[in-house]
Each structure stands twice: as C-alpha cells, then as structure tokens.
C-alpha cells in the first residue's frame, strides 16, 4: 500500500512538472537557439589627421544583427586621453541597447594638447553588461604639422641593403655545408 501511494505521489509530481509552463530561461527556444549579437561598425577604421592643439569629430555607426541590451563604448590607453566617444542621444560612459539591425550614430570627439608631439592610435571598445567584445573599432589620430615635423627630425630611417648578403649577415653563412 506504501509503495501504490508513493507511486502514485511520483506520477503527479511528474505530470504538474511536465505541464508547467516554460520559464524565462526557455524563452526563444520555440524558434531555436537565441542567435549570437554579431555587432559591425559602418567603417573598418578611423583615421584623422590633426596638428597639436587642434580638436575634430569622427562620425561612424553601430549596428547589431539582435537586440542588445547595457551596450557601452570606451577608448583605453593613450588614445583615450585625446579621443571621446559617446553614441547619439546617451550620456557620455552611460549604457545604452541596440535594437536589432538598427544603426546607432557613434561620436569620437578628439582633442590633441598643444604640447603633443606623437600621433595615437589605439581602439573603441564594445562593452555589453561591463564584458569586452571582440567587436573594436581600430583609429589612428595621425598628429600632423611642425610639432610632428620636429619630433621626426633627424630620425630617418636607412633603407637595409639586403642585396648581396648572404646568412645571417655576419658571414658565417646559415650553418649548412661547414667544411672541417
């Protein structure tokens, strides 16, 4: 009698377990798997052109194949000393969501001191939740005029004469056919 009334507690348990309704977790499983957010930008790469203490803007856009969701931009390392970057209608450094195949315009504002004297080149960075993705936009901020003109001075670079030279160039040859 035990074991009927255990077997038979089993079988409800089962069947209201079966019957439930799918939780948050199964959402879009109807469909198939959630496809992954594959995020492209309009351009490859930035490249601006700027003399020391001058300021310019680059226009680009982000796009993305599903929506996503706490989607944020930042510029690391040097380059994000001179550039800021902000999507349109979002604070600067605040989160923001993508919808689906719907360009965000993206805002690289750059402003070079007046005591620069190299050019910076570097990445923005897609953030989603705080995670970096693989999605960077690659710019170079190429500094131009008499502060580049003076910092590059007397640092040509001589071309290699590699004609005529045999091994590794100290004339011992590669190591192949040694006579004894």
């Known amino acids: 009698m035990l074991v009927s009334l255990l077997l038979a507690a089993l079988l409800a348990v089962t069947a209201s377990v079966v019957g439930a309704a799918p939780g948050p977790q199964a959402k879009g ?15 490859k790469r930035v490249e601006h052109s700027l003399n020391a203490g001058e300021s310019g803007n680059a226009t680009v856009t982000l796009t993305s194949n599903v929506d ?13 000393r001179i550039t800021k970057v902000s999507a349109a209608g979002v604070a600067q450094g ?25 050019s910076q080149g570097g990445v923005v960075q897609v953030l989603v939740g705080g995670r970096n993705t693989p999605e960077s ?4 901020v190429k500094l131009t005029g008499a502060a580049d003109a003076d910092a590059n001075a007397g640092q040509s670079k001589q071309p290699e004469n ?18 004894k």
Do not use: D, I, Y
């Open 29 to 43: 499983t109807a469909k198939g798997p959630k496809a992954k957010a594959r995020m492209t930008w309009s351009v």
């Open 68 to 80: 996503v969701a706490k989607v944020s931009l930042r510029v690391p390392g040097g380059l994000g």
């Open 94 to 118: 605040s989160t923001f969501n993508l919808t689906a195949n719907t360009p965000v315009t993206v805002t690289l504002a750059f402003a070079v001191p007046a005591n620069a004297v190299e």
């Open 137 to 140: 936009l690659k710019v170079f």
């Open 162 to 179: 590699k004609a005529g030279r045999q091994g590794n160039g100290r004339g011992q040859g590669n190591g192949k056919n040694k006579s």
